[in-house]
Nanobody
Framework: QVQLVESGGGLVQAGGSLRLSCAAS????????MGWYRQAPGKQRELVAA???????NYSDSVKGRFTISKDNAKNTVYLQMNSLKPEDTAVYYC???????????????WGKGTLVTVSS
């Protein structure tokens, strides 16, 4: 059974920084991509940043230049360093991993439970 465990959310003032972590565990054969999505109240879930197994990175336009995604392949852990936070960054942040797990013959998207980030003005 695969688990994604997130940590690092919290309350921060505008202009501050937070670092999110997400560790994937279980019978993982291949990690194709890992990333972060967020969902603000009343809005749809949106991609924040993602990184493929080969290191290709994609950011949403709203966070480019402020957020940095990185991954520790040995630990199957993805990080999101968030700087210059704005009130509009307030949301529940979800970790996502596209994995091939033992016993399966196709890739599956897994999700963490989410961690709340609140940015006060």
């Amino acid at each position: 059974q695969v688990q994604l465990v997130e940590s690092g959310g919290g309350l921060v003032q505008a202009g501050g920084s937070l670092r999110l972590s997400c560790a994937a565990s279980g019978n993982i054969v291949t990690t194709n991509a890992m990333g972060w999505y967020r969902q603000a109240p009343g809005k749809q879930r949106e991609l924040v940043a993602a990184i493929t197994g080969g290191g290709r990175i994609n950011y949403s336009d709203s966070v480019k230049g402020r957020f940095t995604i990185s991954k520790d392949n040995a630990k199957n852990t993805v990080y999101l360093q968030m700087n210059s936070l704005k009130p509009e960054d307030t949301a529940v942040y979800y970790c996502n991993a596209n994995l091939l797990v033992a016993g399966k013959y196709y890739n599956i998207d897994y999700w963490g439970k989410g961690t709340l980030v609140t940015v006060s003005s």
